[in-house]
């Protein structure tokens, strides 16, 4: 019973290991917004830019959707895996500690008051390290048995915790026929319980664990793993903070406004600034496509998107502006066609970013 319990701990250690792998992988590690930007921009993946400028929030699901069923076919593998190596352990380590504690014994004689207690805080090993000095003085003051001082390695105590209760007071008058015959038993009963696992309860078992992982249950739980759904008005970055009722959005990655349709009102020319940019604050004006009043960045916010104040003002970085120029060479004659934008990129672009990406 106490070993079916150990089988039936690791496989309950599956929620677990998931909050685990959920906090350091999508929270701790990174937001699923700066892990959607390293897949898409970051690695300059046309196609996982060209999804995440269409709707992050989908791209950013399928990723994780796409990490988390890879995770939970690892996970449930791994917990098999550490189930068939307990088995082997476990038979291996009790036979060796079994004829350990047999050879301390002479064949023929026989040992009055030896309590089966004894075996079993041998068993039990380092886990009650303070249990085995107490064990060896009386065996050697009872029956001149000189145990060595180190502790054994093996730790078989979440097995023989109970059954010590419950019958560590019977009395074993000769212990080498009774590790003869307690070893048969083991391997038996062992042998016979791995091979219902081998051949039966190994599949249910992962099916279940793969029915538990699936469930709409625990993916609806950890669907705050994405975050606020909010993106920038001006560029269409998503808010990299969790969806916990937050006033004011924050994105620390910004494209540049052509990626979601901002032109020169007048040319119909794309506007290829970062929007954080100097020159989004002092040489461009703002407004949504049916509105002809246009107005200074802040003002802009202020009025239609207060949530996003205040909004960053800082210069990208050389890199930044790099991959931000090579994905729009890449991808302007299918936004120009889309947004209804008048392209006048600069021709030197082309030689300077188009070989980013291929």
């Known amino acids: 019973m106490a070993f079916k319990q150990q089988l039936e701990g690791k496989e309950k250690s599956i929620d677990q290991r998931l909050q685990i792998y959920l906090k350091k992988g999508w929270t701790d590690t990174y937001t699923a917004t700066s892990y959607a930007y390293s897949e898409s921009f970051d690695k300059l993946n046309i196609n996982a830019i060209r999804e995440y400028l269409e709707d992050p929030v989908e791209y950013m699901t399928n990723l994780f959707n796409a990490d988390y069923t890879i995770y939970s076919e690892t996970l449930v593998e791994s917990i098999l895996r550490e189930i068939d190596e307990y088995f082997m352990n476990t038979k291996e380590n009790l036979l060796n500690a079994i004829s350990e504690w047999s050879a301390l014994f002479e064949p023929d004689r026989k040992y009055d008051e030896l309590p089966l207690s004894t075996l079993f805080l041998y068993l039990i090993g380092r886990s009650i390290s303070y249990e085995y000095s107490s064990l060896r003085i009386f065996l050697q003051r009872k029956y001149n048995i000189n145990m060595k001082e180190t502790v054994p390695e093996h730790d078989l105590s979440e097995i023989f915790k109970d059954i010590n209760s419950l019958l560590g007071s019977i009395i074993i008058e000769k212990p080498v026929d009774f590790c003869k015959l307690f070893c048969r038993s083991l391997i038996e009963g062992l042998t016979d319980m791995q091979a219902t ?21 625990i993916l609806k739980s950890h669907w705050n793993q994405l975050g ?16 916990d009722d937050h006033t004011q959005h924050q994105a620390t990655k910004h494209f540049l406004p ?8 007048n040319t119909g020319h794309p506007s290829l600034i970062i929007c954080t940019e100097d020159d989004a604050y002092d040489k461009h004006k703002w407004a949504h ?3 002809s009043n246009y107005l200074p960045l802040n003002e802009f916010l202020r009025k239609h998107h207060p949530s996003w104040l205040p909004f960053p003002r800082s210069e990208p970085s050389d890199e930044h502006i790099t991959k931000m120029r090579a994905v729009w060479w890449k991808l302007k004659d299918e936004l120009c066609k889309k947004f209804d934008m008048i392209d006048n990129t600069d021709p030197s672009w082309g030689a300077r970013y188009g070989s980013l990406i291929p």
């Open 197 to 217: 696992w081998i051949n039966t309860e190994k599949n249910i078992t992962r099916v279940r664990m793969q029915a538990q992982l699936a469930t709409k249950y």
């Open 228 to 243: 606020c759904s909010a993106r920038c008005p001006l560029c269409s970055s998503k808010c990299e903070l969790p969806e």
């Open 289 to 291: 496509s049916n509105d």
């Open 258 to 265: 052509a990626f979601v349709g901002f032109r020169n009102r």
